[in-house]
Antibody, heavy 119, light 109 residues
Framework: QLQLQESGPGLVKPSETLSLTCSVSGASISSTTYYWGWIRQPPGKGLEWIGSFSHSGTTYYSPSLKSRVTISVDTSKNQFSLKLSSVTAADTAVYFC???????????WGQGTPVTVSS | ETVMTQSPATLSVSPGERATLSCRASQSVSSNLAWYQQKPGQAPRLLIYGASTRATGIPARFSGSGSGTEFTLTISSLQSEDFAIYYCQQYDYWPPRYTFGQGTKLEIK
């Protein structure tokens, strides 16, 4: 049974860096079939793709967030992480990690973790 | 960047009736279109991919159609558990990019 679980601080101060980790069980993030990524959802709003990576470790970022986003991978722990720098209140959202099939659609999602940006 | 527009924003339908949700792309996305269902406090659930293929475990009352720029999600006979928000999403093969619509809230009439 494939499962994804997000973890990280629920409160981040403005101008600081948001850091989250996604722990994966039931599948290897090194699999050549899958891509993995991050999506966020501000309160009461829709879904926004943040970025993804492939089995080779190549990363792909949303053009609107590219200057502030870094996704890194720890294959030994079967985890991947998100860092979003210089956060503002507009980055307050529920952050989801998810798996895609061949980099297409998201078929498995974590439960999501809420992050609030506030002093 | 491809913009996805869903209509209507809110759809009120009675249980047992048919619901038809629309999604339009600002440029052709071929059949690279997925639909998700999201209930309050939950992660989205994949319903349809490739514009018309049901995901594993999705009931047959859910169907998707369309290609290019116009897409439709149809729920043939609404059950109580179908009242939720529905999102469409397009995917670009290269480089991998994903854009979601703003969602349609399906509510009980």
């Amino acid at each position: 049974q494939l499962q994804l679980q997000e973890s990280g601080p629920g409160l981040v101060k403005p101008s600081e860096t948001l850091s989250l980790t996604c722990s994966v069980s039931g599948a290897s993030i090194s699999s050549t079939t899958y891509y993995w990524g991050w999506i966020r959802q501000p309160p009461g709003k829709g879904l926004e793709w943040i970025g993804s990576f492939s089995h080779s470790g190549t990363t792909y970022y949303s053009p609107s967030l590219k200057s502030r986003v870094t996704i890194s991978v720890d294959t030994s722990k079967n985890q991947f992480s998100l860092k979003l720098s210089s956060v503002t209140a507009a980055d307050t959202a529920v952050y989801f990690c998810a798996k895609t099939v061949a980099g297409l659609y998201f078929d498995y999602w974590g439960q999501g973790t809420p992050v609030t940006v506030s002093s | 960047e491809t913009v996805m527009t869903q209509s209507p924003a809110t759809l009120s339908v009675s249980p047992g009736e048919r619901a038809t949700l629309s999604c339009r792309a600002s440029q052709s996305v071929s059949s690279n279109l997925a639909w998700y269902q999201q209930k309050p406090g939950q992660a989205p659930r994949l319903l349809i991919y490739g514009a018309s293929t049901r995901a594993t475990g999705i009931p047959a009352r859910f169907s998707g159609s369309g290609s290019g720029t116009e897409f439709t999600l149809t729920i043939s006979s609404l059950q109580s558990e179908d009242f939720a928000i529905y999102y469409c999403q397009q995917y670009d093969y290269w480089p991998p990019r994903y854009t979601f619509g703003q969602g349609t809230k399906l509510e009980i009439k």
